[in-house]
């Protein structure tokens, strides 16, 4: 049984052949892994304060982590209105917004506007530019995480686009009492319509009590883990298990393994990308590639320009 305890035996150890029973097993709980990722870093993200009031823990984007390539920031926001996200631009880069309780208005200075409510799923390429507003659409606190992935010199500039999946959209799976919802690449043989400009992966999974789960994830990208509920076994089995509000920066190797040895279920998301390996130069809201090129865009949105022209007489209502 100890096969199933770990992801797989270490590369140096004698090749050991099981019965057919326990290789069927482990294969019962994912994909092949062979070299799994163990977590270098977990760091919990506390509770501050951004945009108009709104509370947010962020992960990746923090000062002990600046950004983990192709990732500038992940927050786990919490917004009860009157507080929000009012109008604010954004250029060089992708947000993605995925709502896990309640609902958020966003609208845009090109007439494109929308709720996204529980499950929904938002993943708009600012590119060249947006100004938008994004504000909570129902009583209580909203609640819900939101990506920013950088693009690559070439795409820093394209025209601006949206995809939006609602909650019945977005795939799901299930295999051994582990489901995922698919938002972004592959897990189970079930893959998302989404577009990454920049190869990225997006798996939001439960694990009721007692499952494990091994995804592969490719050996050049960077990847991380942020825990949703309950509490998890991450990298290998012998560590001390995750609980929510932590993400975990996954080192070198081609997957993940995890573990619910809890009697509560299991969420996190797992995010992965492929790395720019380019220059970052971040102005707040606008993320580029050079200080030159902050400056333009700086010149660009104070005066309208490249991409801001609907910015001149624009305002959310
Ligand atoms: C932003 C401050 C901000 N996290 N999570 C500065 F708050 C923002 C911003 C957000 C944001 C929006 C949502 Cl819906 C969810 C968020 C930060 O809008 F863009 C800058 N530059
Ligand atoms: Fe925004």
Redesign the pocket.
């Known amino acids: 049984m100890r096969v199933i305890g770990s992801c797989s035996p270490p590369p140096q150890s004698k090749p050991i052949s099981f019965p057919s029973f326990i290789r069927n097993m482990s294969a019962a709980v994912g994909d092949t892994v062979s070299r799994p990722r163990s977590v270098v870093k977990k760091v919990l993200a506390k509770p501050q304060h951004?945009?108009d009031g709104?509370l947010?823990r962020r992960s990746i984007g923090r000062m002990e982590l600046r950004s983990l390539d192709p990732f500038l920031m992940l927050?786990e926001?919490f917004v009860t209105a009157p507080a929000g996200?009012p109008d604010?631009p954004?250029r060089g880069f992708e947000t993605v917004?995925y709502m896990l309780e309640g609902a958020?208005n966003h609208q845009d200075f090109a007439g494109h506007k929308g709720t996204i409510r529980t499950g929904d799923l938002q993943w708009m390429t600012a590119g060249r530019g947006i100004i938008h507003s994004?504000m909570p659409a129902g009583p209580g606190t909203q609640r819900?995480l939101?990506l920013w992935i950088n693009l690559s010199s070439n795409d820093k500039m394209i025209e601006p686009n949206y995809q939006e999946l609602r909650k019945e959209d977005i795939k799901t799976a299930e295999e051994g009492g582990v489901e995922v919802r698919v938002i972004a690449g592959e897990a189970m043989g079930v893959r998302s319509p989404v577009y990454t400009r920049t190869p990225a992966m997006y798996l939001d999974f439960t694990l009721k009590p007692g499952a494990e789960w091994r995804q592969s994830i490719p050996e050049s990208w960077n990847s991380f883990v942020y825990v949703i509920e309950g509490e998890g076994v991450f990298g290998s089995s012998n560590t001390s298990p995750a609980s929510p509000h932590h993400v975990l920066i996954l080192g070198s190797g081609d997957g993940l393994c995890v573990w619910n040895n809890s009697s509560n279920a299991l969420r996190f998301v797992l995010i992965g990308g492929q790395p720019l390996n380019e220059p970052v130069v971040q102005y707040?809201?606008f993320v580029m590639n050079t200080q030159d090129e902050i400056d333009q865009t700086i010149d660009d949105y104070h005066f309208c320009r490249n991409g801001f022209e609907k910015a001149k007489y624009w305002q959310s209502q």
């Open positions: 951004d945009g709104a947010v927050d926001f996200f604010h954004h917004t958020f994004e819900g939101q707040g809201p």
